[in-house]
C-alpha cells in the first residue's frame, strides 16, 4: 500500500512546492489588508458627558447601556458642559473619544482644522431662564441689575446667553452673572438668594421637570423667539405646550415661545467607524420617540449641526443600518463589511495566480523525469567522442552508467497523470543502451 500511494494521479508534495510562495503572499496580503482596514473596533470608548442631575449624564448612562448589548464599554467621563466637552475633543492628549457638545459652540472652519466630525443632531436644547415670581419680566432688557446663574464657563450657556443679552443692548457687565453649577445654583434659587438662572438642557432634565413644577418659580417667555432664529441660524423656535408638563394642574398655563440649540454628538475623526455606526444606532433608537418639542423619527439628524458630518453618520441617515447587521451579530457583521479590502486584494491576486500555478505544478512535476535526459545527453557525448583506443574501457563503464541512470529512474515516484513521461524516459534510456551495445560488438569485431 505505501508503494502505491506513490503512485497518485496527482503529487501534492510538488503541489506545494508550486504554489507555497503564492500562498505566502496571499497570506500577507490578507494580513496586510486586515490591518489597513482595521476590522475590529475598540472594546472601550471615552464619552464626555455632563455635570451631575444634567441631560447629558442620564444620556450618557442610555448609550453606555446600548452598546454594553455588542460588548462595547462607555467609559463615561463627567464634565461641566458642551465648552468642556469641545476642548476636551480638541486637545489631542485627551482621552475623550466622543462627546455632547451644543450646537453654536464652534465654526465649521475650526472643527475640519481640529479634525473632529458630527454624528448627528440629537435633540434640541431649550434655552430655560427661570426666575422667581416677584420679578416680573416680558423683555430681557429688564435683567439689568439682577443677579443671573449661567453657569461654569465650561458650559455653553454663559456664551451663548452673552450672545442673547448683546443683541438686545444689554452688556454682561450690567448684571450679575452667577457661575455656580446647576444643582448648587438650583437650591439658591429656591432659597431667593440669586433672581434667577438658566439652563440649557433637554425638557426630561431632572432639575427642569422639577423646576416647571415648583411654585413661586416661573419661565421666561421669549415671545421673540423667531427673531432670535433669524439672527442665529444654530438656534430654532420650539413651543412648550400649554399643559404638557401636567395636564391635570394645567402646566405650564399656557404655551411658551422658547429658543433652542441642539445637542450634538461629536466624535474625533479617527474614531473607529463601526463604533460611529454604533453611536449612530444608538442615537436612533433614543432619541427616535417624538418628544416635547419634535415629532417621531425627527431626530437624530444630519440636519442643525455646523461641524461636518461624518460620512458613516451620512451613510446612516440616508440607508439605515448596515445590511448585515439587520441579520447578523455585529461582531461578525462588521468584520464581513470591514473585509471587503481583503476580498478585493484576494481577486486580484488569485486571478493571475490561477493561471500561473498550474503550468508551475507540471513544470515541477515534469522537471523530476527532464533532469534526466541531461544524463542520457552526457552518455551520448560520452560515447562519440571517444577516443579508438580508449573505446574498450569507455563503453562498458557508459554501459554501467546508464544501468545506474535506469535504476534511479526505476524509484522515481510520479502521478499517474504524468506516467507517459516516465515510461518515454525508460524507453530512451533502452534506446542509449542498445546504441552503446552496438557500438561495443562493433569494437570487438
Request: proline residues 7%.
Amino acid at each position: 500500500m505505501p508503494k502505491m500511494l506513490k503512485f497518485t494521479r496527482f503529487s501534492l508534495r510538488d503541489f506545494l512546492v508550486a504554489a507555497g510562495p503564492a500562498a505566502v503572499a496571499v497570506l500577507a496580503t490578507c494580513l496586510l489588508a486586515y490591518w489597513l482596514v482595521d476590522p475590529s473596533p475598540p472594546s472601550s470608548v471615552t464619552l464626555a458627558t455632563g455635570q451631575d442631575n444634567s441631560a447629558y449624564q442620564a444620556l450618557g448612562k442610555q448609550y453606555a447601556g446600548a452598546l454594553a448589548k455588542v460588548d462595547i464599554r462607555v467609559v463615561q467621563q463627567p464634565s461641566l458642559g458642551s465648552q468642556e466637552n469641545l476642548q476636551r475633543l480638541k486637545d489631542p492628549a485627551s482621552a475623550v473619544d466622543i462627546a455632547f457638545v451644543q450646537s453654536g459652540s464652534t465654526e465649521h472652519e475650526e472643527a475640519e482644522r481640529v479634525g473632529l466630525v458630527s454624528l448627528g443632531s440629537l435633540f434640541t436644547e431649550p434655552v430655560w431662564l427661570f426666575l422667581r415670581n416677584g420679578r416680573n419680566v416680558s423683555k430681557l432688557s429688564q435683567l439689568k441689575g439682577m443677579n443671573i446663574n449661567v453657569g461654569p464657563e465650561g458650559t455653553g450657556v454663559p456664551s451663548l446667553f452673552r450672545k442673547i443679552l448683546s443683541v438686545n443692548g444689554v452688556e454682561a457687565m450690567e448684571l450679575k452673572l452667577g457661575a455656580l453649577e446647576d444643582t448648587p445654583a438650583t437650591v439658591e434659587l429656591l432659597a431667593g438668594r440669586i433672581d434667577g438662572l438658566v439652563f440649557s438642557s433637554a425638557p426630561d432634565a431632572p432639575l427642569i421637570q422639577m423646576l416647571l413644577q415648583t411654585p413661586g418659580i416661573k419661565l421666561f417667555d421669549f415671545a421673540q423667539a423667531e427673531a432670535y432664529t433669524r439672527r442665529f441660524p444654530f438656534l430654532s423656535h420650539v413651543v412648550l405646550p400649554r399643559g404638557i408638563v401636567d395636564l391635570g394642574r394645567d402646566l405650564p398655563p399656557k404655551d411658551y415661545h422658547l429658543i433652542a440649540p441642539t445637542a450634538t454628538l461629536v466624535a474625533k475623526e479617527d474614531l473607529h467607524p463601526a463604533l460611529i455606526n454604533l453611536f449612530v444606532q444608538a442615537a436612533s433608537n433614543i432619541h427616535g420617540n417624538a418628544g416635547w418639542f419634535n415629532k417621531k423619527q425627527e431626530f437624530p439628524t444630519a440636519s442643525y449641526t455646523e461641524i461636518p458630518v461624518s460620512p458613516v453618520a451620512q451613510k446612516f441617515y440616508k440607508d439605515g443600518p448596515p445590511l448585515l447587521q439587520r441579520y447578523l451579530p455585529f461582531w461578525l457583521a462588521n468584520f464581513f463589511e470591514r473585509m471587503w479590502v481583503v476580498v478585493v486584494a484576494l481577486g486580484a491576486l488569485i486571478l493571475p495566480l490561477s493561471r500561473i500555478i498550474p503550468p508551475l505544478y507540471v513544470w515541477k512535476v515534469r522537471s523530476r523525469v527532464y533532469r534526466w535526459y541531461g544524463q542520457l545527453r552526457a552518455v551520448e557525448q560520452a560515447i562519440e567522442e571517444v577516443a579508438p583506443e580508449k573505446q574498450a574501457e569507455v563503453y562498458p563503464a557508459q554501459l554501467q552508467r546508464l544501468n545506474d541512470i535506469e535504476e534511479r529512474v526505476n524509484r522515481i515516484s510520479i502521478p499517474l497523470s504524468f506516467a507517459d513521461e516516465l515510461y518515454g524516459l525508460r524507453s530512451h534510456i533502452n534506446f542509449v543502451r542498445r546504441r552503446v551495445a552496438g557500438l561495443m560488438r562493433s569494437e570487438a569485431q
